[in-house]
């Protein structure tokens, strides 16, 4: 119990202390102390948890009576927080879906129908992986942000330095999410969960330009709106089936008696996690700093809503819950996957690959197999990494070139090595053999076969195949060798290479043990989850299959290095329609004028770009989720399907 509430309280007293810390250098010091801490907490904590069958602290006494009063005021307090930025924005919406959940918690609270005698804090094989994805990511992110924003503000004169509000904010992020993943009560995993819609909503407008403020408010009103779903769950849960905590829930036993709860916390866990047609407000994050994208779209705020998806797996399977999960998640797989071609902005690409992966841990959620739940959590821990890390080197390249998109980094391997060399790592781990992504796809595609899907097997074979599309395109442009590349001076600080190495060690270790990471961890966690002795996910021949490729990983750069070294590699130059100038981008014309030659990858955009697909997909999405409630709603009051 001593390390969960430390993992909870710590970030805040971290936050409390930055606020008031306006030297770079002293802020420096709190920021790499506190994640170090939290990194060796985190650490201390799971050998301590691992091991167990989940432990379960703080039942119903005087001292969780007044935590509940606490947060019942820290409630108020954001409600009228937002309700006040909301008046002066004049985004009266965001402010009227804030009272109105509020104003149900708060009844509920006041009426004592939510009192419980069952523990509040529980921890479990789950929660000790979030814990150690929200402490390494999460803290390497608030390291790197500690350089990263000297050169922001420096490139950025435009805006107001606000670091004093950046760097707490970042924290309480963290404090948050260990609070979420680790509260077994649902009012309290509600209260941490609205904690980060309303962190990342001031986070998101930081800068305070028009757009920020704009693309804040889409964040905040979609994921309160999940959080009235998530509320409304809450209640039907205490008044019509006296059941106050998760676990209470997903094994209460009778799957029709909490078809409705279930499907809302489904709802909630969509907009949170930024499936269709909720995406935009994830596309809308981009405007922060890098750090804020990092953060929201690796170790915490999205991860919120898949983790809640696993948790409510085994209730999901074969329920209308389940289907409806699973086909908005696999639906917005393929099309964010689509959309992801057509961009050259390389964190819109980013942002749109995230949309997709987490999709695609929905899908397998829904589905809500062991099968398929495997592979989500090794999708969820492959992507926290590898997107941490690709975050964050683009924001290095970008303050390094000035520019993010992806046809500036023509040659970056030449120019900047150091920095491709990160991005190589990061987008290997996305979909190259043997890094855990692929593997977790064919999993989750041998699973959608096995369950005779024939939809999501159709999703997945063609979101995997433009997922392939526009990696390969970023790969090779990176790649690209010319003889004319000039070195790229930069100042990337050591705190960001700090993050970005431990990110590409992480990225690597995870590939290496990934068999033992399934036999060791994930496996044991399906066991936990749906309550059995054991699970066995990875047949011998799988294991064979991976080494074969952990060992073609280091024999075919070997190879193709002999190989190369008996080529002449002396560059030739290109034909390009006249006489080359000597850097195979100038050439003189038939009439002896010159002309400049640009190489740019295809972007399809004419096909199904956003203007093309966007809003009919989110249309596709609002009829699945409304069809699919109103069904439940049918189902339970004894409708016929």
């Not at 981009?286 to 898949?306: D, W």
């Not at 074969?318 to 902005?345: H, K, N, P, Y």
């Not at 399906?526 to 799988?542: G, M, T």
Request: aromatic share 12%; glycine share 8%; charged share 10%.
């Amino acid at each position: 119990m001593g390390f969960a509430a430390f993992l909870i309280l710590f970030p805040f007293l971290a936050a409390a202390v930055l606020i008031f810390t306006k030297n770079n250098s002293a802020r420096k010091a709190v920021v790499f102390s506190s994640g170090i801490i939290i990194m060796a907490a985190a650490v201390l904590f799971s050998v301590r948890e691992f091991p167990g069958s989940g432990n379960a602290y703080l039942g119903q006494s005087h001292l969780t009576h007044r935590i509940d009063n606490i947060m019942l005021a820290a409630e108020l307090f954001l409600m009228a927080l937002v309700v006040v930025l909301s008046v002066k924005h004049r985004k009266y919406y965001a402010g009227l879906l804030s009272v109105i959940g509020t104003a149900a918690m708060t009844w509920l609270e006041v009426s004592g129908r939510a009192a419980t005698d069952e523990a509040h804090i529980y921890c479990d094989k789950l929660t000790v992986i979030m814990c150690l994805i929200i402490a390494f990511i999460g803290s390497l992110i608030c390291i790197y942000a500690v350089g990263y924003m000297v050169d922001y503000h420096n490139h950025h004169t435009e805006y107001r330095d606000r670091r004093t509000f950046f760097f707490p904010m970042l924290f309480v992020f963290l404090g948050a999410m260990f609070g979420l993943v680790m509260s077994a009560n649902l009012n309290w995993i509600y209260f941490f969960w609205e904690v980060t819609s309303i962190s990342s909503f001031l986070l998101i407008g930081y800068t305070r330009t028009k757009k920020a403020i704009d693309n804040s408010f889409r964040a905040l009103w979609m994921n309160l709106l999940g959080g009235l779903g998530f509320a409304a769950a809450i209640i039907y849960s205490a008044i019509m089936l006296d059941v106050t905590t998760l676990s209470g829930l997903v094994n209460h036993g009778t799957p029709s008696l909490i078809l409705i709860p279930v499907i809302l916390l489904a709802f909630a866990a969509l907009t949170k996690s930024a499936q269709l047609p909720f995406s935009k407000w994830l596309l809308g994050a981009m405007v922060a700093p890098t750090p804020t994208s990092a953060l929201l779209h690796s170790a915490t705020m999205v991860k919120a809503g898949v983790y809640l998806l696993i948790r409510l797996a085994p209730a999901m399977h074969g329920e209308l819950s389940g289907t409806m999960t699973s086909l908005v998640g696999g639906f917005t797989f393929l099309i964010a996957s689509m959309l992801a071609i057509t961009v050259s902005d390389g964190k819109k690409v980013l942002a749109y690959s995230t949309i997709s992966n987490l999709g695609l841990i929905t899908a397998c959620a829904g589905v809500g197999t062991k099968e398929t739940v495997w592979a989500a959590v090794l999708l969820l821990m492959f992507h926290a990494v590898s997107k941490s890390m690709m975050f964050q080197a683009v924001g290095a390249i970008e303050n390094a070139t000035g520019s993010r998109n992806i046809e500036d980094m023509h040659g970056l391997i030449m120019s900047a090595p150091f920095l491709a060399f990160v991005m190589v790592i990061g987008i290997a781990g996305m979909f190259l053999a043997p890094f855990g992504m692929l593997i977790s796809k064919w999993a989750a595609l041998k699973a959608f076969i096995d369950a005779d899907n024939i939809v999501l097997v159709l999703f997945i074979a063609f979101g995997s195949a433009t997922t392939m599309l526009y990696w390969t395109k970023w790969l090779a442009k990176i790649l690209v060798c010319k003889a004319h590349s000039h070195k790229v001076y930069h100042r990337t600080a050591g705190g960001e290479w700090l993050s970005l190495l431990s990110h590409a060690f992480m990225m690597i270790m995870l590939c290496l043990l990934l068999p033992t990471i399934s036999i060791a961890v994930v496996e044991p966690l399906l066991a936990q989850l749906y309550n059995v002795k054991s699970v066995s996910v990875l047949a011998p021949e799988d294991l064979v299959i991976m080494v074969i490729m952990l060992v073609m990983v280091f024999v075919i750069p070997v190879v193709a290095r002999v190989l190369t070294s008996r080529i002449n590699t002396t560059p030739n130059l290109e034909y390009m329609g006249g006489v080359n100038q000597g850097d195979d981008r100038h050439f003189e014309d038939s009439f002896g004028n010159p002309k400049n030659m640009y190489l740019s990858g295809w972007y399809l955009e004419d096909y199904f770009g956003e203007k093309k697909i966007w809003l009919p997909s989110a249309a596709i999405s609002v009829v699945m989720i409304v069809a699919f409630i109103g069904l439940s709603v049918g189902t339970l009051s004894g409708g016929v399907i």
